[in-house]
């Protein structure tokens, strides 16, 4: 591998194989050597350096989980320009909001089947606070103990807490001991205050976000990171965005997973903005595997990437394919994502992994192995 990339150097100026030297000899890459990656990397070069850490850090391992989506609302108080339900708040009667109940019959469904975890985010409804919410965990866990609860945004956590007068550390306590394991990674965006003034300007800012994970993080719960790209951010935005995270992981160590999540146009206050090529968003994989280099993993979200995408990502630093999903989520769907109902059985998430030659592993939501799937036939048809 290391003799292929050596050869095909030729032409590479030196600025980069400096860059290069530095990942194979372990070093971590600065903020303006990342700059240098996203303006002058070709695609090749960009792949053949995550790919590299990627094999190093998991060989072919990809990763994916038994998982499905509860979507508490999809109403939200918020106004967040990139996001289609920001308009629904004042047409409430288009809305949906889950009971307690309701909610419990959506896990009661999977009794009997073995998914893993439940991910739960919604809108921001000014009805469901902290105490509806911590009753939701409790009767998720008194039904089915081991289903470990990935909830809430740090957007939809800091609203709570706000509301409820308590400080970021009581309230994910209060959530904690009610029965959340982990927290997700959205809402975090973009972190460069102007560009967040411009596409969300009324949520939880940067810092407040940060302090959330950081909370979360000194309470032993691990959570994940996400940045919204392929808007009106540039690269130094992004950079910015992983220099936070990258910070707080030396400081916590409790980040699990970074997911870029790439800007869909669809419905959307920013419709008129154009999203990315497919080749922006391998440049963007590739260039968080490299610098991102306390993060144990790098995910594809791939509702909203597309399922050749996704395996595509595989090449370019991703190790982790999220999970089979089986998802009433609407949030991506009304944006313009790849799929309506994105679901996938175990059988065409592992086809679809070893269809580009890598290694299926079910993970658990702490990336604990459950089965290996190396062995296996591959008998489903990929779409
Ligand atoms: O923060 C909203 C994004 C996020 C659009 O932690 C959009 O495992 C693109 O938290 N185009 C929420 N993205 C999703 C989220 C998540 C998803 C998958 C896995 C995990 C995890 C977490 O959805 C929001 C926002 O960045 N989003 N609208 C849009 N038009
Ligand atoms: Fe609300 Fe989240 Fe959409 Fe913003 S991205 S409007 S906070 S649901």
Redesign the pocket.
């Known amino acids: 591998m290391l003799s292929t990339i050596a050869e095909s150097n030729f032409n590479v100026p030196k600025e980069l194989l400096d860059i290069q030297e530095k990942v194979y000899n372990n070093k971590r890459i600065t903020n303006e050597e990342c700059l240098l990656l996203f303006q002058k990397g070709t695609l090749p070069f960009l792949g053949s350096l995550a790919n590299y850490i990627r094999e190093k850090k998991h060989g072919d391992i990809t990763y994916f989980n038994r998982n499905f989506h509860i979507e508490p609302t999809n109403v939200c108080i918020f106004t ?1 320009n ?3 339900y920001s308009r629904l708040y004042a047409r409430r009667e288009e809305g949906w909001e889950l009971s307690a109940e309701q909610m419990l019959q959506m896990v009661k469904k999977y009794d009997g089947q073995p998914v893993t975890e439940v ?1 739960i ?1 919604g809108g921001v409804h000014p009805k469901m606070n902290l105490e509806f919410f911590a009753e939701v965990l409790r009767q998720i866990k008194k039904h089915r103990p081991s289903l470990h609860i ?1 909830g809430f ?1 740090a ?1 939809e956590l800091d609203y709570m807490f706000r509301k409820a007068k308590m400080t970021n550390e009581e309230g994910l306590s209060y959530l904690k001991n009610a029965g959340l394991d982990s927290l ?6 973009i972190f460069d205050e102007q560009i967040r003034e411009k596409i969300c300007a009324d949520k939880v800012n940067s810092e407040g976000w940060l302090k959330i994970h950081e909370a979360a993080h000194k309470l032993g719960m691990h959570t ?1 990171a ?1 940045m ?1 790209y392929g808007h009106i951010e540039n690269y130094s935005h992004r950079i910015d965005h992983m220099s936070r995270l990258r910070n707080l992981q030396d400081k916590t160590g409790g980040f699990n ?1 970074f ?1 870029p ?5 669809k419905d ?1 206050d920013m419709s008129n903005v154009s999203e990315s090529s497919v080749v922006e968003d391998m440049k963007m994989y590739a260039a968080a595997r490299i610098y991102l280099d306390n993060f144990p993993h790098l ?1 594809a ?1 791939w509702p ?1 990437l597309g399922r050749q995408n996704a395996q595509l990502s595989l090449s370019f630093g991703v190790n982790d394919i ?1 999970g089979t999903i089986d998802d009433t989520t609407k ?2 769907s009304m ?2 994502a790849e799929e309506q109902y994105p679901s996938m059985t175990t059988e065409e998430l592992v086809a679809l992994i070893k269809q580009v030659k890598r290694r299926p592993v079910e993970r658990g939501t702490l990336y604990n192995v459950i089965k290996d799937y190396s062995a296996t036939d591959v008998n489903s048809r990929l779409n």
């Open positions: 967040c990139f996001c289609s991910h985010v990935k945004t957007v997700p990674g959205g809402g975090a965006e994940n996400t919204l997973t997911i999540l790439k800007f869909r146009n959307n995910k979200y909203m999220d949030i991506y944006a313009g």
